[in-house]
């Protein structure tokens, strides 16, 4: 897959004058991915020290999420803006974007991607303190399919699921 995303094509403008391009994971992308994902994190729970947490994500990262996921990140001017992993059983894991592209199109895109390699339905746990992305998952087509706890962080979660 090398979708080219270009401002009035398909409605996928990421609203920034340089179009977004999603591709396929590449080892070479690691570093990219675990900054990106402490900047989102450490800009959506600010009382939160990722930075504390980079060693064990990317520790997650390897053992976890690179070999059972498919991946696919989206780059804008050669620099990583986002991704999203969803496993086999579709299960999305991580949606992270760039808090610079909050409110574009450049989410949809991902998590359209994601419903594409899972066919047959994504299931994602959210926090239920994190009402922007829930509200964002109930626009994609998601519902509430139950509650949880994060295992790790301890907080209340919110299971979300979408079905074609």
């Not at 990421?14 to 391009?21: K, Q, V």
């Not at 570093?31 to 402490?38: C, F, G, K, V, Y």
């Not at 620099?79 to 808090?99: E, K, M, N, S």
């Not at 994190?130 to 949880?148: K, L, M, Q, T």
């Amino acid at each position: 897959m090398d979708a080219r995303v270009k401002p009035g094509h398909d409605g996928l403008d990421c609203g920034l004058s340089d179009p977004f391009h999603l591709r396929p994971y590449r080892a070479e992308d690691e570093d990219a991915a675990i900054e990106l994902w402490r900047q989102t994190w450490q800009q959506a729970y600010p009382s939160i020290d990722f930075d504390a947490r980079v060693a064990w994500w990317r520790e997650r990262w390897r053992s976890e999420l690179v070999p059972t996921a498919s991946i696919i990140v989206a780059e804008e001017a050669n620099a990583l803006i986002g991704f999203v992993t969803i496993d086999r059983g579709g299960y999305l894991d991580q949606l992270v974007v760039d808090p610079a592209h909050w409110g574009s199109k450049l989410a949809t895109a991902l998590v359209d991607e994601a419903k594409r390699l899972s066919p047959d339905g994504v299931a994602l746990l959210v926090n239920k303190d994190n009402a922007r992305a829930i509200r964002f998952y109930e626009r994609n087509g998601f519902v509430h399919s139950g509650e949880d706890v994060n295992p790790t962080s301890g907080r209340p979660v919110l299971k979300m699921a979408w079905k074609p």
